[in-house]
């Protein structure tokens, strides 16, 4: 009997979480993409994001065009989907600071690649913010790193600062770009690579 | 039977095991900066420019590296008096809204209470009893339309003349929404936690650029201040783009790495509103350009 009551007080507890789950009540909009197959719409993203589950990069962007009262939906160059978006429907976590380390093995990145993936706006896009050798417009809005190699950080400290910069400075607005799947693993070791051979 | 009551009990529990997991814990979040921090008005002390730009019709001369510190306002009237993709804007929206209100019943829709639409534009966003839920000015001019049988989508280059052509009788008036109580105070919390949601594939915030790297270089860009914007929308874009600000935010989340959002979805309007209140006692200026 005291199983049973247990189980109802944990159902009346489910019954809560699952209000409170679908608690932003929906109003319908003009939906520029029709949802159909709710299957393929993906977990945790929410209803108001421009996405075409049936596209080719998912995400959708909208274009006015002259003279007309409709708008035109085009392709972005990537899916980007499964980072949280700004919409208070979106329950899905951020990343959490993660700390790293190479654990004393080679760092194993190539410089060449790694400039590459720096001064590349649709990649790693460093130069946005970071002045990089060869940068006409260099950025301003982090720390130069020209003569980079001379600060004498360790490829294991450069390695943290590229993949979760978090986890050193938790004020800071460099993305985290290992830990939030920005780059891959290797790509980041390129990036360090690059950075310690900046003299 | 007393197996049976064990068994489902037990069912129970372990159901309600996993259920409870992911409504337990909420979900982990990064701000930019102290979301409580930003009075709403325009508001001189951030970034120290306000003294600058704050009257459109005597800015002083800046150098290149120096010009964020107008806030673009050069680019508005009467500092810049050429004609821009803008007036051709304006131009259709008269046209269309003549159309449109050719019984009157469009200007009362939109908010006019005698045909005059002085003011109007400084009504929005606002909350609407009808569809429950706060609205911009430009998901009105939708609604309204259709009810004249124009379709005018939220964003579209139409409507957005309309807009343009609304606004345009509430020049030189400053923008004044109340966001002390009620919806729009619930819609301005919500639009500046947005603004400081740090979210998408560079874990940014609209104020990681907009608050903390105002004035720096992001290559041949330089952030400014969001105080002030919002008087000046829909815009004309130099790539030959009429923008209204809810396109414009989807370029911004774009721009940014971030999945972006249905135009007149909650969040962007929530947006509008914080932006809007970042206006108040900024007066409006339509038809405009921006790079």
Known sequence: ????????????????????????????????????????????????????????????????????????????????????????????????????SLNGAPLNGDAARGKEIAMNTGRGNCWACHALPGDAQP????????????????????????????????NTVMPPFGAIGNLNDQEVRDVVAFLQSLN | MKNLKISLSALMLISSGFAALPCAAEPFREYAT???????????????????????????????????????????????????????????????????????NFSACIGSKDGNLKGVRLMYPSYSEAAKKVVGMEAVIEQCAAKQNMKLMNGSYDNSAVSIYVASFSNSMPMKIDVSQGPLKESFERGKTAFNLKAGRNNLACASCH???????????????????????????????LQSLHVRLTECDRNAGVQPLKIGSMTYTDIEVYLSALSNGYPMLVPSMRD
């Open chain 1, 1 to 100: 009997m005291r199983g049973l009551l247990v189980g109802l007080a944990a159902t009346v507890v489910l019954q809560a979480c699952a209000n409170q789950a679908q608690a932003p009540a929906k109003v319908a909009e003009v939906a520029p993409v029709e949802v159909k197959p709710a299957a393929v719409w993906p977990a945790g993203l929410p209803q108001d994001a421009l996405y075409n589950p049936e596209g080719k990069n998912k995400t959708t962007w909208p274009q006015p065009v002259k003279n007309s009262g409709e708008l035109k939906y085009n392709e972005h160059a990537r899916d980007l989907s499964k980072w949280i978006t700004r919409s208070s429907d979106d329950m899905r976590s951020s990343i959490m600071p993660m700390k790293v």
């Open chain 1, 139 to 170: 950025g301003s809005s982090g720390p130069s790193l020209i003569g980079f190699k001379s600060r004498g950080y360790s490829d294991d400290m450069v390695y943290q600062f590229v993949y979760d910069r978090r986890a050193v400075n938790p």
């Open chain 2, 34 to 104: 102290d979301a409580t921090s930003t009075p709403p008005s325009a508001n001189k002390d951030h970034t120290n420019t306000y003294q600058y730009w704050k009257d459109r019709a005597n800015l002083p001369t800046m150098n290149g590296t120096d010009e964020w510190k107008l806030n673009w306002k050069f680019r508005d009237r009467p500092g810049n008096d050429q004609l821009h993709g803008g007036d051709e804007a304006y131009d259709r929206g008269e046209m269309l809204y003549k159309k449109l209100n050719a019984d009157g």
């Open chain 2, 211 to 241: 608050v903390n790297m105002v004035g720096n270089n992001l290559r041949g860009q330089t952030p400014t201040t969001m105080y002030g914007d919002a008087t000046h929308w829909p815009t004309w874009r130099g790539k030959d783009e």
